[in-house]
């Protein structure tokens, strides 16, 4: 096995290891929150609430791939089936991963949506 195999680390593993920095980070920062991600979790990765704000967070962790309004409307369907006031919140890599569409249907719609990067 080359040295580039040993290294190379799989798109899931990708994604658990950006939903753990963000995990991390927010708990650095002293909101409590836990990963959900996983196989059936209905498009929750990290739950959490701070000073009784519940939120639910979608991690996105693509290099090479655009998040595209898609995504911004599978969040406004999992808010939709969460209590009033939860905050949908995706995070990607860089605010560069967001097409011009996504970022219009977060800002206009009727549910609290947040993009964010790390």
């Given at each position: 096995?080359?040295?580039?195999q040993q290294?190379e680390?799989?798109?899931v593993?990708?994604?658990k290891?950006?939903?753990m920095?963000?995990?991390k980070l927010l708990?650095d920062?002293?909101?409590?929150?836990e990963?959900?991600?996983?196989?059936g979790?209905k498009?929750i990765d990290?739950?959490g609430m701070k000073?009784?704000?519940?939120?639910?967070?979608e991690?996105k962790?693509?290099?090479?791939?655009?998040?595209?309004?898609?995504i911004?409307n599978?969040?406004?369907?999992?808010?939709?089936r969460?209590s009033n006031?939860?905050i949908?919140?995706?995070a990607?890599p860089?605010m560069?991963?967001y097409?011009p569409?996504?970022?219009?249907?977060?800002?206009?719609?009727?549910?609290?949506v947040?993009?964010?990067?790390n």
């Amino acid at each position: 096995m080359t040295k580039f195999q040993q290294e190379e680390i799989s798109p899931v593993q990708k994604g658990k290891n950006f939903e753990m920095k963000i995990e991390k980070l927010l708990t650095d920062a002293n909101i409590k929150c836990e990963i959900t991600g996983g196989p059936g979790d209905k498009g929750i990765d990290i739950k959490g609430m701070k000073k009784g704000v519940k939120f639910i967070i979608e991690c996105k962790n693509w290099r090479t791939k655009n998040i595209d309004r898609s995504i911004i409307n599978q969040i406004e369907g999992v808010l939709s089936r969460q209590s009033n006031g939860t905050i949908g919140i995706v995070a990607a890599p860089s605010m560069n991963r967001y097409t011009p569409g996504a970022k219009e249907t977060a800002r206009t719609s009727i549910y609290n949506v947040i993009l964010v990067d790390n």
